[in-house]
């Protein structure tokens, strides 16, 4: 499965992106996917995660400002992030793992078979 993350950009606090996900290579709806956000100097930090059921899972930080969503008809996984703080600005990328049962979504970057380039998301104060 090949990733594609796209976009990102420079918003303003307060203001919204929607990131998406796009897989090719093989059918998507069977994975589970995430997304996560990495600062310079810093380790890869969870955002959220959605299983192929749709059953979804959020860091803390983003809960009740970002929601995850899938259309695996398109197979393509979306971000919506509302409400941005410049806390975070990041680069954003997605990353899946083929999941033959129905596992909860996992916010451990370890368990991801396949990840995509970063998107760079810049909020400003």
């Known amino acids: 499965v090949q990733l594609q993350a796209s976009g990102g950009g420079l918003v303003q606090a307060g203001g919204s992106l929607r990131l998406s996900c796009a897989a090719s290579?093989?059918?998507?709806?069977?994975?589970?996917v995430g997304w996560f956000r990495q600062t310079p100097g810093k380790e890869r930090e969870f955002v959220a995660a959605i299983n192929w059921s749709a059953v979804t899972y959020y860091a803390d930080s983003v809960k009740g400002r970002f929601t995850i969503s899938r259309d695996n008809a398109k197979n393509t996984v979306y971000l919506q992030m509302n409400s941005l703080e410049p806390e975070d600005t990041a680069v954003y990328y997605c990353a899946a793992r083929y999941d033959p049962t129905v596992a909860a979504p996992t916010g451990n970057r370890w368990r991801y078979d396949y990840w995509g380039r970063g998107t760079q998301v810049t909020v400003s104060s």
């Open positions: 290579g093989r059918t998507f709806s069977r994975h589970n």
